[in-house]
């Protein structure tokens, strides 16, 4: 299992449920959560052959951003 992780803006629960829909519909993630309690609002993603392309357009699609650490 690969961990892919990422600074972003999804800073609170309402962000969360936004993007949640955004996120399971990715076939290669099989989990993933925010610590928003981080500064950074660290994404991290659990899954097989994780690409960092795609989860970057994803969440950019839900209308936040994201750079990876």
């Known amino acids: 299992?690969?961990?892919l992780q990422f600074?972003?803006?999804i800073n609170c629960g309402g962000?969360?449920?936004k993007v949640t829909?955004?996120?399971n519909q990715v076939e290669e993630i099989e989990?993933?959560?925010?610590d928003t309690a981080n500064p950074?609002?660290?994404l991290t993603i659990n899954g097989e052959e994780l690409s960092s392309e795609v989860i970057l357009e994803?969440?950019?699609?839900?209308?936040f951003?994201?750079?990876q650490v």
């Open 1 to 3: 299992m690969e961990t």
């Open 7 to 9: 600074k972003t803006n």
């Open 15 to 17: 962000c969360i449920a």
């Open 21 to 23: 829909p955004f996120l």
């Open 31 to 34: 989990d993933w959560r925010v």
């Open 40 to 42: 950074d609002k660290i």
């Open 58 to 63: 994803t969440i950019e699609k839900a209308g």
């Open 65 to 67: 951003t994201a750079v």
